[in-house]
Nanobody, 116 residues
Framework: VQLQASGGGYAQPGGSLRLSCTAS????????IGWFRQAPGKEREELSC????????YYADSVKGRFTISRDDADNTVYLRMNSLNTDDTAVYYC??????????WGRGTQVTVSS
């Protein structure tokens, strides 16, 4: 089981990025997949989750209305579209198989930096 987050980079305040989480060794549509982030000096924060069985989605209040999680079953990829970025969104972003900090499998993170 492996996951890999990608798509991070630099964005200006108000800008957008789309992160991708690709998986190998399992079908993402059968598991809950979560996006998390960790900023320097802060605890890891749960951002969003997409349920494997139903496709239902959930968001933390900090990103609700700005971030959108989606899944492409053909590509075995989960995306996180991030709009209206602000400097508080600067962090390393991770995806995991599971939607809590106790998830068993984690991908390597991707850095997102929001700066003018």
């Amino acid at each position: 089981v492996q996951l890999q987050a990608s798509g991070g980079g630099y964005a200006q305040p108000g800008g957008s990025l789309r992160l991708s989480c690709t998986a190998s060794g399992f079908g993402m549509r059968y598991y809950d997949i979560g996006w998390f982030r960790q900023a320097p000096g802060k605890e890891r924060e749960e951002l969003s989750c997409i349920e494997g069985s139903s496709g239902a989605t959930y968001y933390a209040d900090s990103v609700k209305g700005r971030f959108t999680i989606s899944r492409d079953d053909a590509d075995n990829t989960v995306y996180l579209r991030m709009n209206s970025l602000n400097t508080d969104d600067t962090a390393v972003y991770y995806c995991a198989r599971g939607c809590s900090n106790s998830a068993a499998y984690w991908g390597r993170g991707t850095q997102v930096t929001v700066s003018s």
